[in-house]
């Protein structure tokens, strides 16, 4: 009998197969030998060891080794269990089939499956070409597989994964594979009713995924099997259990969540100081500035050209920059010029470059310096060398974060410059992507330190550049890392955050945002956007303005462009993108403490912050698919319906049943039967965001005024309450001084939960202080100046604490329902319990 998986087009026979023999069940794992039946072939490993370990009541790990040597596993990645679980007490049961071999995973509290390995399907274990597939008996959709520019969820199709320099076209799921940037081997499962698990394959080497509407198959060109299956049962959970596995993520600077600016082709000191200057002239917010590599010496690593920044000049305007709270953040490429310069001089003489069989000292690349070669991040000197360069570099530039890029790697030549694909690459049995795999980057056999191949580890380049940056601030500086890289591999969220990469100024790439955003939610990078206004070719005033009020609503904000298109700052069109760009950069602003409480959540205990709504309703069906990236979330209190299509002024936004209310007037929202309103979205209007009823948004009040995020820091306070059906809401507060390394571990923050209960003549709003690690001096300390309830069906009469009347400008709207009242003298980390009187 002959099986057919149709979309690899591959052929096996059934009488090809392992059995499992030597089957242990213990407490909390099992193990087995798997022996291969079949035709004898070199290729094959013909005896396997396999091991299920119950690392936890969610998590389940699969391992499937080579019994009788060591293949390549990836390093240092996940945090290991102290103690793992009894197998009674998880929440999903094993099985093994033993002839042929199979594995079934459920969830315990619904019998469904969440991994099985059927033992009808192909399961084959070659040198270098491992197939394994889970096929569930029910269809759900998948999430996840990055990284790539495709719909949300994936449609049908082969999905590779192989880092890559590429301006990515829309991934269809056909061959040649539209892998770009990152590798990320995770995804979310989601059935029809909202039941949600996760698979995640711990390997690094290059594979594709193919994927149907119920089963998942997986071929890669080595490593080992090291599976691990996520018992979810809600979208929010699975990411909280791949999170727990790879690491929370880092916690960003308060200012990280500002307002960037940045081009590519400033060219000069004078161009930085007149858009420092502009924004001033503007009264515009501006956060970060960022450089690209138009500032280098003929785009070398870690210079800064003397004839186009004198650098006592240069110096002397980021201590301007500085003292008015802003940062500096430059570029720096993966690749160093191979020429005479200390960077060059001092890798080679730590011998730090990946070699190649043509040339073991350096593998030759070819990158925007001309000739370069390219970091070893595995040789145990790397890190060393890169904190020397950063810190040599931040002598002459006192650079805030640090930007890495073209860390795929990427290599103008194919492979290596001069020399033909090595046999290695010329002979693989199974080429993912089914293209030349080395197109635009180095050579799969180049080397790196203890004989280990770039073939293994070339999905971990930017990973790896990442982590040697962050440890920079860390350890270095002693301040907490900000570093944006282009490329990522799981874990990488732990150290460092990420930008979507180089864009186009389309509409539809300002679309396709929402769903990158959301995937690297997943896979723990919740900082994250796409360049605001697009990246390559030219921008239009309409984009612009459309892309500003989407891309405020990013976890990362920055307005980015090509050397060769048309300017795209606030100013650069005229009065409308003027005003909405200012609007929208204050909108963001008004929210700087709602994001960092919702990212200090995410880097606290695992989570998502720039959410597809679904999270928020998992069982809402038209969320899934139907509705699944022309909306999204911010934490579960906004709802944000954008514009994504040219020419529109209104947008038919779909609302999950709950109690909506207009983020910005307190109106609650009417929603017709099908849930689809029509709302209009004028071109220099602000993006529509609605507050769903239940909960509390400490909105900063120095928004219309304020120019940098430091000066929202401890600014006062409102306190906007939507109360849902049962008249409650709540929500927290976070203070911290938002540039600490180790603010979580050390306990150095203020931790605030605000509750509000409604009677019929008095509402309760209760201050419950969950921590309170950091203090300032009162004189610092901000007031929570306001309250103002949306829903609120009577007027506020007055505002008590304990016996003490503390309001004193009470407001109501009869048309809107909101009531607003002006508090006196309310710190925001004191265990108050007010009452508000009706
Ligand atoms: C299975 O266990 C038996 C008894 O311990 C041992 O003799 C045999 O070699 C084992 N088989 C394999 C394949 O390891
Ligand atoms: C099988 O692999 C596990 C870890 O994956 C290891 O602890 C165990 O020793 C291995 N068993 C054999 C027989 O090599
Ligand atoms: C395990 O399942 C039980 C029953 O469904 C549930 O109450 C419990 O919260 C689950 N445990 C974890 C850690 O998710
Ligand atoms: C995978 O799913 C497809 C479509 O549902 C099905 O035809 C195929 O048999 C499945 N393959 C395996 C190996 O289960
Ligand atoms: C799917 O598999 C589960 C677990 O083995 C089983 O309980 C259920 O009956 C199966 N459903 C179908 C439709 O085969
Ligand atoms: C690290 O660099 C030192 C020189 O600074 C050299 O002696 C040593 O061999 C290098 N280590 C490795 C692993 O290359
Ligand atoms: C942009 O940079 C590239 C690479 O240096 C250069 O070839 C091109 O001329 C530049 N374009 C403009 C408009 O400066
Ligand atoms: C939803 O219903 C409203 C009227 O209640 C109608 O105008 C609108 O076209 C409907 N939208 C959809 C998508 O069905
Ligand atoms: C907490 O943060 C403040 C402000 O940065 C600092 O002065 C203090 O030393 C920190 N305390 C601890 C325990 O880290
Ligand atoms: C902040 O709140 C306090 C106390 O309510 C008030 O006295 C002060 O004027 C407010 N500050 C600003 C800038 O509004
Ligand atoms: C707050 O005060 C009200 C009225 O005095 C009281 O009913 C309620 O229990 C108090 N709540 C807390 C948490 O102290
Ligand atoms: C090269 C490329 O296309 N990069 C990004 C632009 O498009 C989408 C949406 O912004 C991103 O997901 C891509 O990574």
Request: negative net charge; charged residues 15%.
């Amino acid at each position: 009998m002959w099986l057919i998986i149709s979309l690899l087009s591959l052929v096996a026979s059934q009488s090809n197969y392992y059995n499992a023999v030597n089957i242990t069940f213990k407490t909390s794992s099992i193990s087995a030998i798997l022996q291969y039946q079949g035709t004898p072939s070199s290729s094959i490993i013909s005896s396997l060891n396999l091991t299920i370990i119950s690392e936890t009541y969610t998590r389940l790990r699969v391992r499937i080794t080579d019994l009788n040597s060591l293949r390549w596993e990836v390093p240092d990645i996940i945090i290991p269990v102290q103690s793992p679980v009894s197998f009674a007490s998880a929440n999903y049961s094993v099985s093994i089939h033993n002839s042929p071999f199979g594995l079934e995973v459920t969830r315990k509290s619904n019998g469904q499956q969440i991994f099985n390995i059927d033992p009808s399907s192909l399961f084959q274990y070659q040198n270098q070409d491992i197939i394994m597939t889970s096929s569930l008996n029910y269809s759900f959709n998948i999430y996840g597989f990055g990284e790539r520019v495709t719909n949300f969820p994936l449609n049908p199709g082969i999905y590779t994964l192989f880092s890559r320099d590429a301006a990515g076209p829309y991934d269809n799921g056909q061959a040649p594979g539209k892998n770009m940037y990152s590798s990320q081997p995770m995804y979310l499962g989601l059935d029809s009713l909202g039941n949600a698990h996760g698979g995640f394959l711990l390997n690094s080497d290059a594979m594709d995924i193919s994927v149907t509407s119920s089963n998942i198959t997986y071929r890669t060109i080595g490593g080992i099997i090291d599976y691990f299956v996520f018992v979810g049962p809600t979208p929010e959970s699975v990411v909280k259990q791949y999170q727990t596995l790879v690491g929370f993520p880092v916690l960003t600077p308060y200012w990280g969540l500002g307002y960037h600016q940045s081009r590519w082709g400033y060219n000069n000191l004078l161009a930085l100081e007149n858009i420092v200057n502009k924004y001033l002239q503007y009264k515009i917010p501006l956060d970060v500035l960022w450089t690209d590599i138009d500032c280098m010496t003929n785009y070398e690593d870690f210079t800064l050209d003397p004839a186009r920044y004198n650098y006592n000049d240069f110096a002397a305007f980021l201590d301007r920059l500085h003292a008015a709270g802003r940062r500096f953040v430059p570029i720096m490429d993966a690749a160093i010029a191979n020429t005479n310069y200390p960077p060059y001089n001092d890798g080679t003489m730590k011998n730090l470059w990946i070699g190649s069989p043509n040339h073991p000292g350096a593998l030759q690349g070819d990158v925007w310096p001309g000739p370069a070669v390219y970091i070893d991040w595995f040789n145990p000197n790397a890190t060393e060398y890169w904190h020397d360069q950063m810190g040599q570099f931040r002598k002459i530039m006192k650079f805030d974060g640090f930007w890495v890029d073209m860390n795929e790697p990427s290599n103008f030549c194919d492979g290596e410059c001069g020399y033909p694909p090595s046999p290695l690459v010329q002979n693989l049995p199974y080429t993912p992507g089914q293209t030349m795999i080395d197109t635009k980057t180095i050579d799969l056999a180049g080397t790196h330190y203890g004989g280990i191949l770039e073939y293994d580890v070339h999905n971990m380049y930017g990973f790896k550049m990442a982590i040697a940056s962050a440890t920079f601030f860390t350890q270095v500086l002693n301040t907490r890392p900000f570093v944006i890289s282009r490329s990522s591999f799981p874990s990488h969220g732990r150290h460092a955050s990420k930008w979507l990469g180089d864009n186009f100024s389309q509409f539809e790439w300002m679309a396709y945002s929402i769903p990158g955003m959301f995937n690297f939610q997943i896979f723990g990078i919740p900082l994250n956007g796409a360049d605001i206004c697009g990246f390559n070719w030219d921008t239009t005033e309409e984009l612009c303005c459309r892309w500003y009020q989407l891309g405020m609503m990013y976890t990362f904000s920055r307005n980015h462009n090509s050397n060769s298109s048309i300017s795209q700052e606030p100013w650069a069109f005229g009065p409308t993108l003027l005003s909405v760009s200012n609007n929208a950069i204050r909108a963001k602003y008004s929210l700087m403490n709602y994001y960092y409480t919702l990212m200090f959540h995410a880097s606290y205990s695992g989570g998502t912050v720039f959410k597809p709504s679904f999270f928020e309703f998992p069982n809402d069906y038209r969320l899934q698919r139907i509705h699944s990236q022309d909306n999204f979330m911010v934490g579960g209190a906004l709802l944000v319906h954008p514009v994504l299509t040219q020419g529109a002024i209104t947008v038919d936004a779909y609302f999950p049943a709950d109690i909506w209310y207009n983020w910005y007037s307190g109106k609650q929202i009417i929603v017709p039967f099908n849930r689809t309103l029509t709302l209009s979205a004028p071109l220099d209007g602000m993006i529509n965001v609605h507050m769903r009823g239940g909960h509390i948004i400490p909105r900063n009040d120095g928004f219309e005024t304020a120019l940098t995020s430091q000066q929202l820091r401890y600014s006062n306070i409102t306190l906007v309450i939507a109360v849902n059906g049962q008249g409650k809401a709540g929500g927290f507060l976070v203070f911290d001084d938002g540039l600490s390394v180790d603010t979580i571990s050390s306990g150095n923050y203020t931790l605030i939960e605000y509750n509000f209960i409604e009677g019929s003549t008095s509402a309760q709003l209760n201050f419950n202080i969950i921590k309170k690690g950091y203090t300032k001096a009162r004189g610092e300390w901000p007031f929570i100046s306001q309250i103002v309830i949306y829903g609120c069906l009577q007027p506020i009469t007055s505002i008590y604490n304990q016996n003490q009347r503390v309001d004193y400008n009470l407001q109501y709207s009869t048309n809107l329902k909101v009531a607003v009242g002006k508090i006196d003298h309310i710190f925001p980390d004191e265990a108050y319990n007010l009452t508000i009187n009706f």
